[in-house]
């Protein structure tokens, strides 16, 4: 048997941090998107003896074997499998690749033998803050250490342009800059930001531009020279808000309107002279990373 799906990218609307919490995160008000841009992921039921992931190019601890194991210590008896990734999302760039790749094999796992949704949903949030953002690619709002996910209605039509970084940075190093920096907001100011991002949603399909921000965007300049220089070369290519995405470093470029696409596509063209992969992604919904079975 085989299985594919996509495994949508995810980019942060904004991104305001709190308080770091006992468990290590940190409290978190996100708007999490998820983009075109995706990795494809593959299941095969009959070419292993044990199982195993497969993602060229990448090296490590992928969270797709977590994903696995734990299914596996909830009873799952699905053959054992191979995992092929096709990466396409950056790697260690913000913008939730492996936890997009994880979701996605939780999203296929019962076409291949019977789990329970609300497991699904445990080992999802067991296995990091962005998974449960992904199970279902989409909008969600994000709080708690950003585990705590609800659906929301579409914004405004926009696109952006992804511009990848030559290097990746670390998740914990950019949130322990932030912390050096002193840029988490207080418990009061946390709640006045969710209050109004919560507003923002249902008043409208917009989103002001006060709340297009990412509070780790300092950390991550601090952590590497050449962003700073990323985010004036979108916003040179007319975004009309450019930012990190979630812990960087990837950078973003969005552009609001019926027009955005076409204007993102101008700008990627435009700052493919020094950012070769620069691309365009435009927001998905659900039915985009869905399971496709494959004979």
């Known amino acids: 048997m085989r299985v594919r799906a996509l495994a949508p990218a995810k980019l942060n609307l904004c991104l305001f941090i709190g308080a770091l919490r006992a468990d290590g995160?940190?409290?978190?008000?996100?708007?999490?998107?998820?983009?075109?841009?995706?990795?494809?992921?593959?299941?095969?039921?009959?070419?292993?003896?044990?199982?195993?992931?497969?993602?060229?190019?990448?090296?490590?601890?992928?969270?797709?074997s977590d994903a696995l194991s734990r299914l596996r210590q909830r009873g799952w008896d699905a053959p054992k499998l191979r995992v092929t990734i096709d990466k396409r999302i950056p790697v260690a760039g913000g913008m939730g690749g492996g936890s997009a790749d994880a979701a996605a094999v939780l999203r296929i796992a019962p076409l291949v033998a019977p789990?329970?949704?609300?497991a699904l949903v445990q080992i999802a949030a067991g296995l990091g803050a962005d998974v449960p953002?992904?199970?279902?690619?989409?909008?969600?709002?994000?709080?708690?250490?950003?585990?705590?996910?609800?659906?929301?209605?579409?914004?405004?039509?926009?696109?952006?342009?992804?511009?990848?970084?030559?290097?990746?940075?670390?998740?914990?190093?950019?949130?322990?800059?932030?912390?050096?920096?002193?840029l988490p907001r207080g418990p009061m100011e946390l709640d006045r930001l969710r209050a109004d991002v919560a507003s923002a949603l249902e008043s409208g399909p917009g989103l002001p531009p006060q709340l297009v921000v990412n509070d780790l965007?300092?950390?991550?300049?601090?952590?590497?020279?050449?962003?700073?220089?990323?985010?004036?070369?979108?916003?040179?290519?007319?975004?009309?808000?450019?930012?990190?995405?979630?812990?960087?470093?990837?950078?973003?470029?969005?552009?609001?309107?019926?027009?955005?696409?076409?204007?993102?596509?101008?700008?990627?063209?435009?700052?493919?002279?020094?950012?070769p992969e620069a691309c365009v992604a435009v927001p998905v919904e659900s039915r985009y990373g869905a399971p496709v079975p494959r004979t």
């Open 217 to 275: 965007e300092p950390a991550a300049v601090s952590l590497f020279a050449g962003l700073a220089s990323a985010l004036d070369a979108v916003r040179r290519a007319g975004a009309d808000h450019a930012l990190v995405c979630g812990s960087g470093p990837t950078v973003a470029g969005l552009y609001w309107g019926s027009d955005g696409e076409a204007r993102a596509r101008e700008a990627a063209t435009q700052l493919r002279e020094d950012y």
């Open 25 to 64: 995160r940190h409290e978190l008000v996100t708007l999490l998107e998820s983009v075109s841009l995706a990795d494809e992921v593959e299941l095969r039921t009959d070419v292993a003896a044990l199982d195993e992931v497969v993602c060229p190019g990448v090296e490590g601890p992928n969270l797709v």
């Open 133 to 182: 953002s992904q199970l279902e690619p989409g909008l969600m709002l994000g709080t708690g250490a950003g585990d705590e996910v609800r659906s929301v209605a579409p914004r405004a039509p926009h696109a952006c342009v992804i511009v990848p970084q030559p290097r990746g940075l670390s998740t914990a190093e950019v949130y322990g800059r932030a912390d050096e920096l002193g």
């Open 115 to 118: 789990v329970a949704a609300d």
